[in-house]
């Protein structure tokens, strides 16, 4: 069924308008499904007197909304550049996995609050095999659902779709959860057990939701760019005789396939400034081309002829190299003043590390191994 599905997309849309289907396909299949799953188990709450089963239904109604805000967002994130938002709409999909977050903890809220009622005045709960039959066939559903979104998700990088996939996963605890309670009721006596069970897949529910509100969170905050995106990127930069090395790489993300980013890249101080540019325009271009990033590239001069700057460079990456091998220096400059030599770099350090003592101990021992020379170091955190 997945790749029948999948295959009735790839054959009707183009490589344009196929990531927004996608997002349309989810969300009518995860309607159909979860309105089918809400009536079943409304009628087998009724029937069972199961506060847990009940729950569930409110569950799997809630979740069809989530899949009304997935084809909304599937449709406005493809909205070409207007004056207003002239870098288009994909954080749209960040925003709507916000709606879905919400509506989860809503109903784990409202699970959390039956379940307590529950706990507070157990009840008996009626037993049938055909409900543990359509209990078990529940769960199969909802398994499928998040096979199915896992494959888009994996085809689209689409943030809801993971979404959507988390919480079908969530479903099958809860309404395993359910059944579960209910044998227990049944075979046991244990009617205090839905009410239990109840509360804690309601706290389940609420960690999930949490974790996809970090994540859609995060994306709108904004993230660092994957090693492997970095390393492409330095490598076109680089790819030419004129660049020694690039540093302050800068990603922005948009949503899908929407990336605005900046970079600088090293240059000898002597080099012919057009041979610079025509250098920085051609990797400007073939990294647009290649990995769909519009750049801007700023050249920093770098004197290779000083010797003794060349000297001073080593004995200061070495101490950095010594302090901590997570370090690293660019903007190296050495300026000759009154008889005196002055260094000055930017110190890159992870966000994890205590700027102000790093850049106190690496003073104290670039004085220890070069007295006569004063320090100016400017400590940055890394954006990669």
């Not at 809400?38 to 009940?54: Q, R, Y």
């Not at 507070?120 to 529940?138: C, D, G, N, Q």
């Amino acid at each position: 069924m997945t790749k029948l599905l999948i295959n009735l997309i790839d054959k009707r849309y183009n490589s344009e308008k196929r990531r927004s289907a996608y997002g349309i396909l989810s969300g009518c299949v995860g309607i159909f499904c979860n309105l089918l799953l809400t009536a079943v188990k409304f009628v087998l709450g009724a029937l069972t007197k199961s506060v847990s089963i009940t729950a569930d239904a409110v569950n799997n109604l809630t979740d069809s909304a989530a899949n009304i805000v997935t084809i909304i967002s599937a449709k406005l994130s493809q909205k070409p550049v207007d004056r207003e938002h002239p870098f288009g709409h994909g954080r749209i999909e960040y925003i709507s996995a916000l709606i879905i977050s919400f509506t989860i903890f809503v109903m784990s809220f409202e699970l959390a609050k039956s379940s307590v009622v529950k706990i507070l005045e157990p009840e008996r709960l009626k037993f049938s095999a055909i409900y543990v039959i359509i209990l078990v066939i529940a769960i199969c559903v909802k398994l499928w659902m998040a096979y199915f979104n896992s494959r888009l998700y994996r085809i689209t990088d689409n943030v809801n779709m993971k979404a959507v996939c988390r919480d079908s996963l969530n479903d099958c605890i809860a309404t395993g959860a359910t059944l579960v309670s209910l044998i227990l009721s049944k075979f046991f006596g244990l009617y205090i057990i839905d009410g239990i069970i109840g509360l804690a897949v309601a706290v389940f529910i609420f960690i999930s939701g949490a974790g996809i509100l970090k994540d859609a969170a995060g994306s709108l905050l904004g993230t660092p760019p994957s090693k492997e995106t970095v390393k492409r990127l330095e490598s076109i930069i680089k790819d030419n005789d004129t660049v020694i090395d690039v540093h302050d790489i800068i990603i922005h993300s948009y949503g899908h396939d929407r990336y605005i980013a900046s970079a600088h890249a090293e240059v000898p101080a002597d080099s012919d400034l057009i041979t610079v540019h025509s250098a920085l325009d051609t990797a400007e271009k073939r990294i647009s081309e290649e990995m769909n990033i519009d750049i801007c590239i700023h050249a920093d001069p770098v004197e290779l002829t000083d010797s003794e700057r060349s000297s001073l460079l080593k004995k200061t990456e070495k101490v950095i190299k010594e302090y901590n091998e997570g370090f690293s220096l660019h903007d190296f400059r050495l300026k000759k003043e009154m008889g005196v030599n002055e260094i000055s770099f930017d110190l890159v350090i992870p966000f994890d590390t205590d700027g102000q003592t790093a850049e106190r101990d690496i003073k104290n021992m670039l004085k220890n191994e070069m007295p006569y020379v004063r320090t100016n170091i400017n400590t940055e955190y890394s954006y990669t």
